[in-house]
């Protein structure tokens, strides 16, 4: 058997405005336009990714929350429709999705040899969240990939950021002593946004450009930093200041993708390539390949 590897890294956010701007025909909602940046960055992180030749994407998120432990999706095929609970009017999407059991099994099995709480998830009525459809969505449309989605434990809600870090890091060793030993080529999507502050009202129409900015310049400057960390190859500061990036820029890594997806890699010391940075709804968003030498 070959020996499998991690092919690409990415930061794949989950906002399902970018599949309602995008009009793929599984969603029900019909929008004009709109987050063209972020969406072209989608276009650019595909234009990366699929010279690749990969077997699997591998998706940690933010919205499947589970309270204990370290979940995993663990049947063949997962059909049904995801309504996004807070976006109702934007996501309405009819999805139809394949799960490399084989995969997450083996993910699961090593995460809990490291001392991690973990299970499989077998019902067959389990509705997959937004986050993981939304990130998959918009980096192989085409669905013709299996992938294997990991929840996030919520581990900085219940402990601390610094408990969600050494999960997070058990998490991504993990995922990739799998992938060498299962001689999978993969892709790993972590799902997060950046900086999550975000506006509580909606304008009349969702697309319109006019209302859409940074929420506040402190935010900013945190994406910012932690983009540049990102382009100067330094992987592991991005690790070390997770716990002010979380707690000041009120991030959504922490739900540990980011961290997950740093020790995946190996705490990556060439630089990411950013192929878009936006906002949705006020929160910051990159788009963002690490492709491994
Ligand atoms: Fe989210």
């Known amino acids: 058997m070959s020996t499998g590897a991690i092919v690409a890294g990415c930061l794949a956010p989950h906002p399902p405005h970018l599949v309602y701007a995008s009009n793929p025909p599984q969603n029900e909602p019909r929008a004009e336009c709109g987050w063209e940046e972020l969406r072209w960055g989608y276009e650019r992180l595909r234009a ?48 139809d999705l394949n799960v490399d059991v084989e995969l997450a099994e083996a993910i699961c099995g090593r995460a809990a ?121 330094r992987g592991r500061e991005i690790v070390d200041e997770m716990p002010e990036f979380v707690s000041q820029a009120i991030s959504e890594a922490d739900a540990g993708s980011m961290t997950w997806l740093m020790a995946a890699l190996g705490m990556p010391d060439y630089p990411g390539q950013v192929h878009a940075y936006g906002t949705v709804i006020g929160t910051g968003n990159a788009v963002v390949s690490w492709v491994p030498a």
């Open 48 to 95: 990366v990714l699929d010279p690749l030749d990969y077997d699997v994407l591998v998706v940690h998120t933010p919205h499947w929350q589970t309270y204990v432990g370290t979940h995993f999706l663990g049947l063949p095929n997962f059909k049904s429709l995801s309504v996004d609970p807070i976006f109702p009017n934007l996501f309405r999407f009819h999805y």
């Open 113 to 233: 040899q490291a001392g991690l709480v973990t299970t499989m998830m077998r019902n067959p009525d389990f509705r997959v969240d937004y986050g993981t459809i939304v990130s998959c969505q918009m980096t192989r449309p085409a669905w013709d990939k299996p992938i294997v989605c990991i929840s996030s434990a919520r581990t900085a809600a219940w402990y601390s950021v610094e408990v969600m870090q050494e999960q997070a890091l058990a998490l991504g060793r993990a995922t990739r002593e799998a992938i060498e030993a299962t001689g999978r080529r993969a892709v790993l999507l972590a799902s997060n946004s950046l900086s999550h502050r975000h506006f509580t009202s909606e304008g009349d129409v969702p697309e319109d450009m006019s209302r859409e900015h940074i929420y506040n310049h402190g935010q900013y400057l945190w994406d910012m930093r932690v983009l540049e960390h990102v382009r100067q190859g």
